[in-house]
């Protein structure tokens, strides 16, 4: 199993809502990851999880809340959000290992399309 | 910070070889990526080159390296209209992956 499976895959959200993202894999992968990516543009890091512990928070405001609750399975929990929020959000997993070390090749899931209205 | 750079489109027909490229930042990335990503999906690694190579060749694919100019390309031979997708190199600075802008490759009949 190669799958890192994104639910739901389109979600639209008011300002005042709150909503989460899931994100599952079971490739025993250690490293899981959130990507931001807007229309025509590169996916932007957002945070990483290194054995379930925060690892990485590219300085995302706090209206995005992940959460690694065990090794399968990640969340961003959204809250009070903008327009500008909406996009496809794209998580991943990795083997742990350091970049200088090894190639590490990261799975990704199809994504979530957040609308923002 | 720089941004890792690309052309934004390339078109070509269907047979042609297709030739993308990308100028990055980061000397001390041991690997470099090149990923694919098809129209409403998410991103696949395509393939990957070691830092100290100049070539690497996998199938229908060629990836060369330039450290000094900190260029990699992307050859695809006998391009397929399947072959039309995002293609996006990538880098690995500080532990994070890091994308270029994207090439939107085109390929017409």
């Known amino acids: 199993d190669t799958e890192v499976t994104q639910t739901p895959k389109h979600l639209v959200m008011g300002m005042t809502n709150k909503k989460s993202l899931k994100c599952e894999q079971h490739?025993?992968?250690?490293?899981m990851y959130w990507y931001k990516q807007k229309a025509k543009k590169p996916p932007e890091l957002m945070f990483v999880?290194?054995?379930?512990?925060?690892?990485i928070n590219e300085s995302v405001p706090s209206r995005f809340s992940p959460e690694c609750p065990n090794s399968s399975l990640l969340n961003l929990h959204l809250h009070a959000l903008q327009p500008e929020d909406s996009a496809l959000y794209l998580c991943?997993?990795?083997?742990?290992?350091?970049?200088?070390?090894?190639?590490?090749?990261?799975?990704f899931g199809e994504g979530s399309r957040l609308t923002v209205l | 910070g720089e941004d890792v750079e690309q052309s934004l489109f390339l078109s070509v027909r269907e047979g042609d070889s297709s030739v993308i490229n990308c100028t990055y930042t980061?000397?001390?990335?041991?690997?470099l990526y090149w990923y694919k990503q098809e129209p409403g999906a998410g991103l696949q690694l395509l393939t990957y080159?070691?830092?100290?190579?100049d070539m690497k060749q996998d199938q229908r694919l060629t990836v060369l390296l330039n450290k000094k100019d900190k260029h990699l390309s992307l050859r695809i031979a006998d391009t397929q209209t399947g072959d039309s997708a995002i293609y996006f190199c990538?880098?690995?600075?500080?532990?994070?992956?890091?994308f270029g802008q994207g090439t939107e490759l085109s390929v017409k009949p």
């Open positions: 991943a997993s990795s083997q742990v290992g350091g970049w200088g070390r090894s190639r590490r090749e990261l799975f």
């Open positions: 490739m025993g992968h250690r490293a």
């Open positions: 999880y290194s054995y379930e512990k925060l690892s």
């Open positions: 980061d000397s001390s990335s041991t690997y």
């Open positions: 080159i070691f830092s100290n190579m």
């Open positions: 990538a880098e690995t600075p500080g532990g994070k992956l890091i």
